[in-house]
């Protein structure tokens, strides 16, 4: 089973930014599909951006414009980068690839 491992989350101001960083264990990374996910208090978990191996991206509505998923195979490392942060952003931010979970990275945006 792949091991991930996300970071990079915090508090930080409405429109602000911060780049989430997972790193993953083991040479599936370079050969999947990864996904970063959230779950807000009382929330379900959803999909918030997804990368396939070949870097062909889907983002959900709600940050389009303004989140962009990367990779970067040879650190075996999947990014998020998060601008114009909204309150509505706040979750925990999970790694996903195929049946894998990280831990998850709390990102609160409040004033």
């Known amino acids: 089973q792949v091991q991930l491992v996300e970071s990079g989350g915090g508090l930080v101001q409405p429109g602000g930014s911060l780049r989430l960083s997972c790193v993953a264990s083991?040479?599936?990374?370079?050969?999947?599909?990864l996904g970063w996910y959230r779950q807000a208090p009382g929330q379900q978990r959803e999909l918030v951006a997804r990368?396939?191996?070949?870097?062909?991206?889907y983002y959900t509505d709600s940050v389009k414009g303004r989140f962009t998923i990367s990779r970067d195979n040879a650190k075996n490392t999947v990014y998020l980068q998060m601008d114009s942060l909204k309150p509505e952003d706040t979750a925990v931010y999970y790694c996903?690839?195929?049946?894998?979970w990280g831990k998850g990275t709390l990102v609160t945006v409040s004033s």
């Open positions: 996903n690839i195929l049946d894998s």
């Open positions: 990368i396939t191996r070949t870097s062909s991206t």
């Open positions: 083991g040479s599936a990374f370079r050969l999947s599909a």
